[in-house]
């Protein structure tokens, strides 16, 4: 059964620290891996999606990148702003048959950016 | 583009009433997925539909169940609702049915059982 793991679960910095968040997995059977952001009772908005296949994805401030044979992926987050407070979810797309097309989640980071 | 729409916004029931939720997808996308955020448990996949019929399910009670509508909406049933079905649930959409396709999610559905 593939497991996610986040770690930390939360993370406090001051404003315009450079910061990593991690995601761990445990089959490597993976199609895809993707980061979401969740703000306080809202929906997730998807950040960056890495097929297998790929070793890093870039939009603006964020770099995710994932090692698939090692079971991690990393979000680096530069420069951070107060208004990237919320928490970040890892998700990954299990090539298992009986998985189907769901995404198995992390629990999560907590961030929070202070001014 | 519009993106996911999910109806209602917040949603009070009791104990043993039924709750339905309702998803629109992204204009073109056929594949729709059911999610479940309770307090504690994080995100726990519910139900898959595609093209009108549930490909996968996950590991929940027969009591929730759902439909895939011929314009690719969805609905979401939970009958006999108990207190523990209070969370926040979420649908997401994609462009069809393969393991690769980025799934865009919508705003929730706030479920308060009391």
């Known amino acids: 059964k593939q497991e996610v793991t986040q770690i930390p679960a939360a993370l406090s910095v001051p404003e315009g620290e450079n910061l990593v968040l991690n995601c761990s997995f445990t089959?490597?059977?993976?199609?895809?891996l993707q980061w979401f952001r969740q703000d306080p009772g809202k929906g997730l908005t998807s950040l960056l999606l890495?097929?297998?296949?790929?070793r890093e994805q870039t939009s603006g401030r964020l770099n995710a990148s994932l090692d698939k044979s090692s079971g991690r992926s990393t979000l680096y987050i530069a420069a951070s702003q107060p208004g990237d407070s919320a928490t970040y979810l890892c998700?990954?797309?299990?090539?298992?048959?009986?998985?189907?097309?769901?995404?198995?989640f992390g629990e999560g980071t907590q961030l929070t950016v202070n001014p | 583009e519009a993106g996911v729409t999910q109806s209602p916004t917040h949603l009070i029931k009791t104990r043993g009433q039924q709750a339905t939720l309702r998803c629109s997808p992204i204009s073109g996308h056929t594949s729709v997925y059911w999610y479940q955020q309770a307090l504690g448990l994080g995100l726990q996949f519910l139900l898959w539909?595609?093209?009108?019929?549930?490909?996968n399910r996950g590991n929940f009670p027969p009591r929730f169940s759902g439909r895939q509508f011929p314009n690719y909406s969805s609905e979401l049933n939970v009958n006999a609702l108990e207190l523990e079905d209070s969370a926040l649930y979420l649908c997401?959409?994609?462009?069809?049915?393969?393991?690769?396709?980025?799934?865009?999610f919508g705003p929730g559905t706030r479920l308060t059982v009391l």
């Open positions: 890495i097929q297998s296949s790929q």
């Open positions: 539909y595609d093209e009108g019929e549930e490909r």
């Open positions: 998700a990954v797309r299990p090539r298992r048959e009986t998985s189907g097309s769901r995404l198995t």
């Open positions: 089959d490597s059977a993976i199609y895809n």
């Open positions: 997401a959409s994609s462009l069809g049915g393969q393991a690769f396709d980025e799934q865009f």
